[in-house]
Structure formats: structure tokens, C-alpha cells
């Protein structure tokens, strides 16, 4: 860190694919298969990102699939296999990931969750993964606060909540809009791509990692 630069005081995580390993083909081949659920998220016709992040934003799971019922039948059985089978989507750890967020934790930084998540199927993480309860000290969930990353507001929710200004936070995501955002309100914001890699970001802003 530069001369006369203070540490972060914390660190907000996002959750899928830089603590838990998310992938929705998972889920969506306990329903149809394997190679309809290739075919499914290859589809030129079908967004499946689009598709989930209305309940990521609050929407409800029920309007979500009556849309793609209506505008997409062909689709309908694969679209619902997702959240019918979602658990199946939850893999696992993303290697080194859990292993620095302890070590964070007992070095007693501070720690919270911001993840693209509805709220219908949030319960199904910390009820698989016990550390999201243990180590961070709150997880903002999208659909429950009705507003998605790489919204400014739910940034600021977290500025609220925490007690923390947005400067004095590190923020960690795997997707590139959502650390652009972060970094324009003021974030130490970091893109994920291994663990590794983020123990070296995060030592070198002060954090002991």
C-alpha cells in the first residue's frame, strides 16, 4: 500500500463462484438431462441469465416461469427444472476460497456477504454451507432487499448497514460489471479469478491474508 494509506476496514464478498461453486446446468440436467440442459443454456432464443435475475431482483419465482410459459413454452420444462432442482447447483466450495475466509476471520476482519440471490432459494446456501452464518457477519441478499448488483443502491444498503463508508470496504466478484460498479462508488473493488491470486490483492492492501 502506499505510504500513509489505512487498511480497509472490511471485506464484502460476493458468493457464487468466488466462496460457492454455482452452476445452474446442474440443476437444470437433474430435470431434463444432461444434453437438454446443454442444449437449453446454449439456446439463441432463451436468456437464462435474464431469466434469473428477475427473482435475483425480487421478482417472484411464480411470475418468472408464468413468463416463460407464456413467451417461451418450448423452454418451460427447463427453465422450471432449475429452481425445482436449485440444491444440485450449490457444487461446493470454490477451492481456497473458505480456507482465506477463515484465516480473515480469525485474524478478526471484519466480513459480509453481498450476493445476486433470490430470496425464495437463499435459504438453501447457509443450510449447505454453515460458514455463511458463521463467518460473515450479515449477507445482503438481492431478492430480499429488491434491488441487484450492479445497482448503486444495494451498494449503498451496504454502506447503511455495515456502518461502514464504501471507501473503507474491499469488494471481491467474479463478474466485471459488478466490480466496475463497486469501484465507482469508491470500493477497494477486486475481480475474482482464484484464490491465490485474491490472497496476494488483499495482502497488498493491508489486509493479513
Known amino acids: 500500500m502506499p505510504s500513509g494509506t489505512e487498511a480497509p476496514s472490511g471485506l464484502v464478498w460476493d458468493l457464487g463462484n468466488v466462496l460457492i461453486d454455482w452452476d445452474p446446468y446442474a ?3 437433474a430435470g431434463v438431462g444432461p444434453d ?7 439456446a439463441d432464443d432463451f436468456d437464462f441469465m435474464a431469466f434469473n435475475h428477475g427473482p435475483d431482483s425480487g421478482a417472484s419465482w411464480e411470475d418468472a416461469e408464468a413468463e416463460v410459459r407464456r413467451t417461451h413454452p418450448h423452454w ?3 427453465a422450471l427444472s432449475y429452481r425445482a432442482n436449485f440444491p444440485a447447483s450449490l457444487v ?6 473458505v480456507a ?8 478478526g476482519v471484519p466480513m459480509w456477504g453481498l450476493t445476486n440471490w433470490s430470496d425464495e432459494l437463499y435459504p438453501h446456501g447457509p443450510a ?4 455463511l452464518r458463521e463467518l460473515l457477519r450479515e449477507v445482503f441478499v438481492s431478492g430480499t432487499e429488491g434491488v441487484a448488483k450492479p445497482d448503486p443502491r444495494i451498494f449503498e444498503i451496504v454502506a447503511t448497514r455495515t456502518g461502514h463508508a464504501l471507501a473503507e470496504l474491499v469488494f471481491v466478484d467474479d463478474r466485471p460489471d459488478n466490480v466496475r460498479a463497486a469501484a465507482e462508488l469508491g470500493m477497494h473493488a477486486l ?5 491465490e491470486t485474491l490472497r496476494r490483492d488483499l495482502r497488498a492492501r493491508g489486509l493479513p491474508a
Open 100 to 107: 482465506l475466509l477463515r484465516e480473515l476471520h480469525a485474524a
Open 76 to 78: 418451460a420444462e427447463h
Open 36 to 42: 437438454e440442459a446443454r442444449r437449453f443454456l446454449a
Open 92 to 97: 461446493g466450495e470454490v477451492p481456497g476460497s
Open 191 to 195: 475481480l475474482f479469478t482464484d484464490a
Open 128 to 131: 449447505k454451507f454453515p460458514f
Open 27 to 29: 440443476a437444470i440436467a
